[in-house]
C-alpha cells in the first residue's frame, strides 16, 4: 500500500506570492491533517479535513487554507507569503474517526522556502 | 498558556545503552501525549501514546512514563540502535470539544557506536 505522498518536495517562492501544496493520503484514508515544521517553532498543527469538512483548526492566520477533495486528496494554500513561512510543511492521513493519533501516517513534507 | 518543551535539545549515547529522552508540560487539563520519532529527510513517525489517567506504558524497546504531580513525560528506550538516531518529540492533545494538539521542540539523540 502506498505511503502518504506530498507533491511537489520543494518549492521555492517570493514574498507576496502564493503557493499551494499537495497531499494525497493512504487508500481509504478519510482524515487529513496539516502540520507546519520550522527549526524556532518546532511542529505546529494547522488544520484537519475528515471527508471534505474542517474539523480542526490550529491558531494560524486566515492567509493558511486548505481542502478536501471527495478523493480524501488535500491541498492547503498560503497566501500572500512572508519569509516566516518558510518551513517543512506535514501532512498525515488516518482512517479513524477520532483520536486517531496512533494511526496517522505522514508524509514526507514539502520544503517550502519563501525569499 | 500551554506548552510542551523539551529539557535537552541533544543526547548522545553509547550503542547498546538506554536512552532517557525528557519533556515537560504545563497544562493540566492534557488528556492523551505522544512521543514521535522523526529521521532525517522523514515525517514524524508515531512511537507510543500514554494517556492521563496512566503513569507508565510499555511497548517494544520502549517506555514511557508520565509524572502529573510535576507535569513531566519521559521517553527510555532500551539497548538503543544505530536506527534510533533521531529527533524526538513529545505532544500533548487536549480534548475539550475540539482536539488541540501541542508539540514539543524536539530532542536529537545520536548513537555512538
Known amino acids: 500500500k502506498a505511503g502518504v505522498t506530498q507533491t511537489p518536495r520543494y518549492l521555492i517562492k517570493t514574498r507576496g506570492q502564493q503557493v499551494t501544496l499537495s497531499c494525497s493520503p493512504i487508500?481509504?484514508?478519510?482524515?487529513v491533517s496539516w502540520y507546519q515544521q520550522t527549526p524556532g517553532q518546532g511542529l505546529q498543527f494547522l488544520f484537519e479535513?475528515?471527508?471534505?469538512?474542517?474539523?480542526n483548526k490550529g491558531n494560524f492566520p486566515g492567509r493558511f487554507s486548505g481542502r478536501q477533495f471527495s478523493n480524501s486528496r488535500s491541498e492547503m494554500n498560503v497566501s500572500t507569503l512572508e519569509l516566516g513561512d518558510s518551513a517543512l510543511y506535514l501532512c498525515?492521513?488516518?482512517?479513524?474517526?477520532?483520536?486517531?493519533?496512533?494511526?496517522?501516517?505522514f508524509g514526507p513534507g514539502t520544503r517550502l522556502t519563501v525569499l | 498558556g500551554e506548552s510542551v518543551g523539551l529539557h535537552l535539545p541533544t543526547l548522545s549515547v553509547q550503542e547498546g545503552d538506554n536512552s532517557i529522552i525528557n519533556c515537560a508540560y504545563s497544562?493540566?487539563?492534557?488528556?492523551?501525549f505522544i512521543w514521535y520519532k522523526q529521521e532525517s529527510g522523514k515525517g514524524p513517525q508515531f512511537i507510543i501514546d500514554?494517556?492521563?489517567?496512566?503513569d507508565k506504558r510499555q511497548g517494544q524497546r520502549v517506555t514511557v512514563l508520565l509524572n502529573k504531580t510535576v507535569k513531566h513525560l519521559s521517553l527510555q528506550i532500551a539497548a538503543t540502535q544505530p536506527g534510533d538516531s533521531a529527533v524526538y518529540f513529545c505532544?500533548?492533545?487536549?480534548?475539550?470539544?475540539?482536539?488541540?494538539?501541542?508539540f514539543g521542540q524536539g530532542t536529537r539523540l545520536t548513537i555512538n557506536p
Open positions: 498525515a492521513s488516518s482512517s479513524q474517526l477520532v483520536y486517531s493519533y496512533n494511526e496517522q501516517f
Open positions: 487508500s481509504g484514508h478519510r482524515s
Open positions: 479535513y475528515f471527508s471534505e469538512t474542517q474539523r
Open positions: 497544562n493540566s487539563a492534557s488528556d492523551y
Open positions: 500514554i494517556r492521563s489517567n496512566m
Open positions: 505532544a500533548e492533545i487536549i480534548i475539550q470539544g475540539a482536539q488541540k494538539l501541542v
